[in-house]
């Protein structure tokens, strides 16, 4: 880790330290309730196989806690399959509608296809105006926060970031934007306790619906975007399906929106704790690419994924029957002892930093690279526009066993009236 000053996490707003009898990990208030780092600890040291009890008609389910035995799970896709769902809410419900059709559910030599045809519309090249229609696009947002004096970081900020450049890479036509937003936050996260199965369900079909719709009218009139590509695709010598593209295309929108976000309205909210971290960025006296990796160990936006054992196997001498759910908590990975040098310390100088946020092995994310983009041009623009970031209420947790993280975060963000002209300037130059 890097020398520098630093800050220690202090434990989360209001949130108390659990018996360790009485955490369910299936259920979301466990994390609205808690502050689970201890529970880890506890769990790291001397529980690192963990049996989570079933609870009224739910089963349960094995957690790993520790960085090295989360990623041999991920990395053994042989022994440990996705296709039966990849998080708790698949896995528990017994599948994946999705299984061998879209890209995290799917394993095997249709899983590698399907990845390269994916990798191929993400990769730096094609990406290039993506970046700069993301950089455009939050510069503008982070200058027009800085000229108010209070906002909803989550609200008027974050949740303005990620989608559009989802939507910019499937060609979304803007009009749509604001419905495919709300449909996403109610099947996935839920903002609040208030929200059940059934509203998630119907928002994921209506999202499911939606795509149906524009893979249709693309494969009429093909575009530049990655539905025109995933409809003009072939995998196994066959093109896709509708099903298949639409699948995927919902999966891209899930994968690629909440988690950026969250990650972007953590790393704010970071940064109000911890000025001196703040001074660091500002200041210039820690590159970006450790910074973004640093917010992204810290921020842990997806908590767990999740396999299903396809054989009976063992995991340090515990017996995994076959059909076991495993679990695997990358929040708890981000703070193993064992491989971070004082894992409590948010430091943005931190190097080398083994986070494992976008997981690893044959499912490693495949948004990583704009995602990065996306949190390095945040970080860039708090850094050139704002003097000071200060938190000015309450953050609203999402309600979640599976993401991590606020969806409301009033900040007062002081305008730097030097950096926004030279920003200006620099504009001109270009015009
Ligand atoms: C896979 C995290 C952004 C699309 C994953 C996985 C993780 C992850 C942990 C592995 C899941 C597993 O092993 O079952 C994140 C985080 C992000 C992010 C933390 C942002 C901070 C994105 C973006 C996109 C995206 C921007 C799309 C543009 C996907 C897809 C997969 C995936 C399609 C499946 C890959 C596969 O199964 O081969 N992501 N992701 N993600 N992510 Fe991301």
Redesign the pocket.
């Known amino acids: 880790m890097s020398a520098g000053s630093s800050s220690v996490r202090a434990g989360r707003s209001g949130r108390t330290q659990p018996a360790d009898a009485s955490v369910d990990l299936g259920d979301p208030a466990t994390f609205a309730e808690h502050d689970l780092s201890e529970f880890w600890r506890g769990l790291r040291d001397t529980r690192p196989v963990h049996w989570n009890p079933p609870t009224g008609k739910r089963r349960g389910f094995w957690v790993l806690s520790r960085h090295e035995d989360i990623m041999a799970v991920?990395r053994d896709d042989e022994t440990f399959t996705?296709e039966r769902g990849?998080v708790l809410v698949t896995l528990l419900e017994g599948g994946d509608a999705g299984a061998g059709k879209m890209?995290?559910v799917t394993d095997g030599p249709r899983?590698e296809q399907l990845?390269k045809v994916?990798l191929r519309s993400?990769g730096p090249r094609v990406l290039q105006p993506v970046a700069d229609a993301v950089r455009a696009n939050t510069r503008q947002l982070v200058r027009e926060a800085v000229c108010r004096d209070e906002c909803d970081f989550a609200l008027e900020i974050a949740s303005r970031i990620?989608m559009t450049t989802?939507c910019n890479?499937l060609g979304v036509p803007e009009s749509d934007r604001d419905f495919l937003l709300k449909q996403t936050k109610t099947a996935l996260s839920a903002d609040d306790d208030g929200v059940d199965e059934t509203e998630s369900a119907m928002a994921r079909n209506e999202i499911l619906l939606y795509f149906l719709d524009l893979v249709e009218e693309r494969r009429s009139a093909p575009g530049e975007d990655l539905i025109s590509t995933l409809a003009a695709s072939t995998v196994d010598g066959a093109g896709l399906s509708d099903e298949d593209v639409v699948l995927n295309c919902y999966?891209?929108i899930i994968?690629?929106d909440e988690?950026?976000r969250l990650?972007m309205i953590d790393s704010v909210s970071s940064l109000a704790a911890h000025p001196k971290q703040w001074q660091r960025l500002k200041n210039g006296l820690c590159s970006i690419d450790t910074a973004v990796d640093e917010v992204?160990r810290w921020a842990s936006?997806?908590m767990h994924?999740g396999r299903s054992a396809v054989r009976d196997t063992e995991i340090h001498g515990v017996r995994i029957a076959k059909g076991d759910i495993v679990t695997l908590w990358?929040i708890s990975a981000n703070h193993d002892e064992r491989v971070f040098d004082r894992p409590e310390v948010f430091d943005l100088g931190r190097r080398p930093n083994k986070h494992i946020?976008?997981?690893y092995g044959?499912?490693?994310?495949?948004?990583?690279y704009?995602?990065k983009i996306e949190?390095s041009e945040l970080l860039m623009a708090l850094r050139d526009f704002a003097l000071d970031v200060e938190q000015t209420g309450d953050a609203l947790r999402v309600h979640s066993n599976l993401l991590n993280g606020y969806h409301s975060l009033p900040v007062r963000l002081r305008p730097d009236h030097s950096g926004l002209a030279r920003d200006n300037d620099a504009n001109e130059v270009k015009r």
Do not use: K
């Open positions: 991920h996705s990849n890209l995290a899983h990845r994916l993400l990620p989802i890479l999966s891209l994968g690629g988690t950026s990650t992204l936006p997806s994924f990358h946020s976008f997981g044959p499912h490693f994310c495949v948004g990583s704009l995602a949190i």
